[in-house]
């Protein structure tokens, strides 16, 4: 008997109707932090900006559901784009139009009909992914994979369950090192071949390959010789397969971790970088024989950690798709319980830590937030510095720990911004997926509308694993 229970049943989502009714329509000076802020317009520039890229290169995008773990995202995309970017973890924009979408309440429902769970699966969600994969219907969900005893994992599930062929990826290990097979290894020859013995089981679809290791990267030329590495990795591999599935169809290369995705934009404003050119021309060399797919997760919000890499340039006078902090869609409001003029170096408290913020560094500054130059009162002018890495003047949060944030000045004291008990400031978080996933839902501003800083909508984040 299967003991399995729906994640709906697990993890069960706040009510989206009531959510809504307690923050639509409310300044944000009135809400109460801490809270998670999403600024709608920039997602559209920053979504609009990887599709024109895609579109430009006649590839497929694949979106990584990480940060936007959400239902619905009014406004996002226009009607028009959808029949080329599926959706949520859709594949092949252009050139799947089975996708299918209503309009109801003046929201946009999508029904996904290209999925990928997006790392080898354990074992003990594969009865809950077939059911997945039943109600999405056939060749709606695909599998990664980087060792051939997966495969027998995956032939134990009853057909009733998961009807075959199941859909497959095989994950490549361009450097990261995190999870996948080395390209031309012996793991890698393992699973193509036992794969080759189980077709009447499984239908290889292609070969993924996350660069993780590109949020270390620091100039546009390092993200685009990464995402060069990527798709040849991929190559090699996927020639090991000999380039086809079993019904002769071209295998899917997709490759691409938001600063590698986010490089191949410069390539539309290019001109004749003789880099971005060469990438160019591999990847209209490698749509020869093989299908190419960018895929990225953090690229609608971005994000302290995404500037860092540089993957575009940071100056409107090097390039129309430059990044700076005006690309940034996720803050995070805090309000200030406490402050220390008197120590060595001015700080304050705010209730916001680990929790909220996340811990993962950043190697740009050395702290675990920013405080942005927004401020609760709009008839106060702007007072002090933003830190940025060219002046490293102004407030970060220096300390952290589970519920606390300490903020600490940087920089000389004569610009300091004065922080009083009960200020509400607003933070760009070091990383946002991690970051987002404390909070149940996102307050949803937008600053092209006619004011700035009253929620316009809520979307509630989905939950479980």
Known sequence: MSNFLPSSWLYPNTTEAAVKQQFI?????????????????????????????????????????????VGRSKGVFDRKDLNELEANGATRPHKSPSFKSVTRSKMLLIHISKMLYGMPPPPSSLQ?????????????????LDHPDTIDHLRQVSS?????????????????????????SSRMKAIIEKLESNKDHFLLQGFYSHMGHSYGFSSPAEALDGLVAEITGAAEAAAMAGGKDVASKRLIITVGATPTATAAQNILAGGTDARAQMVKRVIQQMKEDYEIELHAGVYPILDLQQLATRARPSTQEE?????????????????VSSVYDDREKPQALIAAGTLALGREPCKSYPGWGVVTSWQDNSSSPASGPVYGEEDRTGWIVGKISQEHGILTW????????????????????????VAGSGFGWYLIVDSESEDPDVVQDVWVRWRGW
């Open 25 to 69: 329509g409310c300044h944000l000076k009135d809400i109460n932090p801490p809270a998670a802020v999403i600024d709608a317009a920039v997602v559209r520039r920053n979504c609009g900006t990887m599709l024109e890229a895609v579109k430009h290169l006649d590839i497929g995008f694949r979106a990584h559901v990480k940060t936007h773990k």
């Open 128 to 144: 809950r992914l077939g059911a997945l994969a039943k109600q999405l219907g056939p060749e709606s969900l695909s599998v990664l």
């Open 410 to 433: 940087e920089g000389q004291e004569q610009s300091m911004r004065r922080l009083k008990i009960g200020d509400k400031l607003m933070l760009w978080p070091n990383h946002a997926c």
């Open 319 to 335: 390039v129309s798709t430059y990044l700076s902090t005006a690309s940034l869609g996720l803050r995070i409001l805090v309000e």
């Open 160 to 184: 009733s369950v998961w009807s075959k062929p199941i859909h497959l990826f095989i994950k490549v290990d361009t450097g990261y090192h995190r999870a996948g097979a080395e390209p031309q």
